[in-house]
């Protein structure tokens, strides 16, 4: 079992920058895939990035490459979410998810943790 709760959301004006953490509790965190979702008003939930459990791998959906960034300490069991330039559509409640299969980020979006969520809200 892995328990995971974000927190680090708020309200940001376009263009500016917000970090996400999940703090991590369960054993063997460290061997778990990390990753983050989004689902906005009326939209259906959506992937936003991965990281591999060494964290030498990532993948993000197109519309936020190069501008989040997603990394891992598996010393204090955190992942965040580094996101740039934010533009009115990020706008949604965000989900940490764990997964041991790197290839459920990828293909099938079936991820076994979920935890809470958090909002952020990004005003034109």
């Known amino acids: 079992q892995v328990q995971l709760v974000e927190s680090g959301g708020g309200l940001v004006q376009a263009g500016g920058s917000l970090r996400l953490s999940c703090a991590a509790s369960?054993?063997?965190?460290?061997?778990?895939?990390m990753g983050w979702f989004r689902q906005a008003p009326g939209k259906e939930r959506e992937f936003v990035a991965a990281?591999?459990?060494?964290?030498?791998?990532?993948y993000y959906r197109d519309s936020v490459k190069g501008r989040f960034t997603i990394s891992k300490n598996n010393a204090k069991n955190l992942v965040y979410l580094q996101m740039d330039t934010l533009k009115p559509e990020d706008t949604a409640v965000y989900y940490c998810t764990a997964d041991p299969n790197y290839s459920d980020y990828v293909s099938n979006g079936r991820i076994d943790y979920w935890g809470q969520g958090t909002q952020v809200t990004v005003s034109s």
């Open positions: 369960g054993r063997a965190f460290s061997t778990y895939n």
């Open positions: 990281i591999k459990w060494s964290g030498g791998l990532t």
